[in-house]
């Protein structure tokens, strides 16, 4: 079992809807962060925390560390944030290595 | 100004060949990083640079060995390729010191062995 769970798996929505992708973490952490990487590979930090909620645009990251778990919400979605989402936790007794997610595919429709 | 790049962007060799792929940052970064996403699209951690010396080697074959002439540059070099290592190779670097930064990731390099 992945110390990293993300779900759903897969998502499609439509233009406009609110789009939440959950991230679930066994081990304890010193970070965690949110990464888009979109049909052509590139691979984008979205947010990196450690407490609380960040926002930057359309896009709000909360996470709870009690509950070892960490939600991203994208408002009023649109086509071009279809991409891969993944959530990558920094491991609190192992440097800076991450361990990875295995991503959630978004695809928004017009 | 490309923050970290990675060359080639598509390698196509065949088994049993050697090939080495390079990865520059031009960040002032620390640490760098090298991970592999499978076909599943499941990144994992490979290596990790501090300041030229070897911080993380995970269980990766030993025909991989990376290899850092300067904190800038952390190049990876495969030898005797097998059908198992295709796949897509990042680069990426960080920050460090107190705390946790974010990574910065390169391009991408895919890898097709024949």
């Known amino acids: 079992k992945n110390e990293v769970e993300q779900s759903p798996q897969n998502l499609t929505a439509q233009e406009g809807e609110f789009i939440t992708i959950n991230c679930s973490y066994s081990?304890?952490?010193?970070?965690l962060h949110w990464l888009q990487q979109h049909p052509g590979g590139g691979i984008v930090s979205l947010f990196m925390l450690s407490s609380g909620k960040k926002k930057h645009g359309r896009l709000i990251a909360t996470i709870n560390i009690q509950e070892k778990h960490s939600s991203l919400h994208i408002t009023a979605s649109h086509p071009r944030d279809s991409a891969v989402y993944i959530c990558?936790?920094?491991?609190?007794?192992?440097?800076?290595?991450?361990?990875f997610g295995e991503g959630t595919q978004l695809t928004v429709n017009p | 100004d490309t923050a970290v790049s990675q060359t080639p962007k598509y390698l196509v060799t065949q088994m049993g060949n050697d090939k080495s792929i390079k990865c520059e940052q031009n960040l002032g970064h620390d640490t760098m990083y090298w991970y592999k996403q499978d076909s599943k699209k499941f990144l994992k951690i490979m290596f990790s640079y501090n300041n030229k010396e070897l911080i993380i080697n995970e269980t990766v074959p030993n025909r991989f060995s990376p290899k850092s002439p300067d904190k800038a540059h952390l190049n990876l070099h495969i030898n005797s390729l097998e059908l198992g290592d295709s796949a897509v190779y990042f680069c990426?670097?960080?920050?460090?010191?107190?705390?946790?930064?974010?990574?910065?990731f390169g391009p991408g390099t895919r890898l097709t062995v024949t």
């Open positions: 990558a936790v920094r491991l609190g007794t192992s440097g800076s290595r991450l361990t």
């Open positions: 081990v304890g952490i010193s970070a």
């Open positions: 990426a670097s960080a920050r460090e010191g107190q705390g946790a930064y974010e990574q910065y």
